[in-house]
């Protein structure tokens, strides 16, 4: 048996499964049943790891109508709380958490594509907050890391589709590591097959 450790990128994983949950969000059960799908009959699971930012929490003032947005009171935020907070419950299970940052607001493609259109005025939807996630990256790249310098695991499944990781799949391979990218019907990017040791897709939630 080959022990395992199962790298959650969640934005990338809540991403995928969406349409195939007919599109809606996973819950956390769901996520901890595809981590288990994720490992073949050879491969022992040592933990999964999940990895995301906390929803942001935060008042900002809206550039059209002037209130004040209290994201802590939306039901995305407490939807995401939710979520994070049953998954870092849930048996061998590890969360690291990231940071956000509220960038100011953005219009929505469709509304400009609209407004440009029917030369109509901004309006209140138009408007999304632009939320950037933080430290991410570079979690699950130490970890990455350090499961392969410390010989804890044989294999290391990576479920993403950043090639932000390439330098941490390749140092883990230089290590005797073996790197498995799952992939769920996404195109997967050249750069991350070539620096991985295998691709497998698993099909969720069939």
Known sequence: MKKTA????????????????????????????????????????FRIYAYHCPPYSGTEMHPVSREPMHFKNSSTYQSMTKLLGELSLMDNVAFRSGEISFNGWVIKKHSAEEIYKKKRELNKDDFQPDLKQKRVDIKIGLD????????????????????????????????????????????????????ADETRTVNFPT
């Open 144 to 195: 990455v890391a350090w499961l392969s310098s410390k010989g804890i695991v044989d294999k290391i499944i990576l479920v993403t589709g950043d090639s932000d990781f390439i330098p941490a799949m390749k140092f883990a391979r230089r290590e005797g590591v073996q790197i498995v990218l799952v992939h769920l019907d996404n195109k997967v990017k050249k750069d991350l097959k070539i620096h």
């Open 6 to 45: 199962v790298l959650l990128d969640l934005g990338f994983v809540l991403y995928s499964l969406y349409r195939p949950l007919g599109h809606r969000n996973a819950t956390a059960v769901e996520i901890h049943d595809f981590a288990k799908r994720c490992l073949h009959q050879d491969e022992e699971l």
